[in-house]
């Protein structure tokens, strides 16, 4: 062995460390302002990938707010039982509908943003595991949303009992300042845990993607270990304060931006304007609904990608707190280095 051969070796593992120094713990504001850089990062790229995905969960949003919300307060049905049967058959339809088409946009996005946020925390490729992962992603994010939905089964069965109580006390003639209190409270209920349940599902199950993604884990395998990563280990610092401060954040940032672009698109009427230049080609109406989109789909183009950033940080960050991660890579690095030094000196 030559003289500068310990020096050189010292100054690969230095670059190695360099390389990944990414690979740590955060606190939450750092984490989130991580998250952020790297998305400015790699923006194009992400971009470029997601816009696909993204048209997938704007249907999905359209369609829930222009035929499954209406359909609970409007009916043609003359009697009762009709009215609850139509009520039903509107959430069975947008459950079917509405919640799978946007948990796959949600699905396929993350299966093109993951690796390349991974990349930048890890300081290396990683490789793509094929169109198997994508589907893996997309029923891992299905079986999110369902667990989502199963802690919101409480407030709507609250909703749906104050709106059944409302519906016979106006049918029997029996609606009185009772009735009417407990049919409020009930819808009250229900706008109030919903926006309390849905972050606290992002919270638990939100780096389900992420692992079905990185790892090759099964939906529900996923699921388990999204929570068992997220959950509170004294003398650790908390999960919830990244998750819920970048639900804040981008929240924040997205009724923000949906303003400022519905604001822009009113501003030039562009909805008339691609009207009056179609008018007679019958796409008119079409091109006139998607110009009233823009906006939605803008902000879910340019902010799902940074959640999915912010997880993959934090997916990162959870794994060196609870299993040293970082250590268990920086050996592998050694040992890949001293196995290809061994190879090298082999006469």
């Known amino acids: 062995m030559s003289r500068g051969e310990p020096y050189l070796g010292y100054q690969r593992r230095l670059r190695s460390i360099?390389?990944?120094?990414?690979?740590?713990?955060?606190?939450?504001?750092e984490l989130i302002d991580t998250s952020l850089r790297l998305y400015q990062r790699i923006a194009w790229p992400v971009l470029?990938?997601?816009?696909?995905?993204?048209?997938?969960?704007?249907?999905?949003?359209?369609?829930y707010a222009g035929f499954v919300i209406p359909g609970f307060f409007t009916s043609s049905a003359a009697d009762l039982p009709g009215e609850l049967a139509e009520i039903g058959l509107v959430t069975v339809i947008g459950l079917g509908v509405a919640l799978p088409l946007f948990a796959t946009g949600l699905g396929l996005s993350a299966v093109q943003t993951v690796p390349l946020v991974s990349q930048q925390v890890m300081g290396e490729i990683v490789p793509r595991r094929g169109g198997g992962v994508a589907l893996q992603a997309t029923v891992s994010m299905?079986?999110?949303a369902l667990v989502v939905l199963v802690l919101t089964i409480g407030p709507a069965l609250l909703f749906g009992?104050?709106?059944?109580?409302?519906?016979?006390?106006?049918?029997?003639?029996?609606?009185?300042?009772?009735?009417?209190?407990?049919?409020?409270?009930?819808?009250?209920?229900?706008?109030?845990?919903?926006?309390?349940?849905v972050p606290l599902g992002l919270h638990y199950f939100g780096l389900a993607p992420v692992v079905s993604v990185l790892e090759g884990s099964g939906p529900w395998a996923a699921v388990k270990r999204s929570a068992r990563l997220?959950?509170?280990?004294?003398?650790?610092?908390?999960?919830?304060?990244?998750?819920?401060?970048?639900?804040?954040l981008l929240g924040l940032l997205g009724i923000a931006l949906f303003t400022a672009l519905q604001m822009l698109v009113g501003a030039f009427d562009l909805a008339r304007l691609v009207d009056r230049h179609l008018m007679g080609t019958g796409l008119s109406q079409l091109a006139a609904g998607a110009v009233s989109s823009l906006p939605g789909y803008l902000t879910l183009w340019f902010l799902v990608p940074v959640w999915t950033a912010v997880c993959t940080v934090l997916y990162y960050d959870r794994r060196v707190r609870l299993e040293a991660f970082d250590i268990q890579v920086l050996t592998a690095d050694i040992e890949s280095e001293n196995e290809t030094r061994r190879t090298v000196l082999l006469p």
């Open 18 to 29: 360099d390389r990944r120094r990414l690979l740590k713990p955060y606190a939450s504001s």
């Open 142 to 144: 299905v079986a999110c």
């Open 48 to 63: 470029r990938a997601t816009a696909a995905p993204m048209l997938l969960c704007l249907v999905a949003l359209t369609f």
């Open 161 to 197: 009992f104050g709106m059944v109580l409302g519906m016979v006390a106006e049918r029997t003639g029996t609606q009185n300042m009772v009735t009417d209190v407990v049919s409020g409270l009930s819808i009250v209920g229900l706008y109030t845990l919903g926006w309390a349940l």
């Open 230 to 248: 997220v959950r509170s280990v004294r003398w650790q610092t908390a999960a919830s304060g990244a998750t819920f401060g970048a639900a804040l």
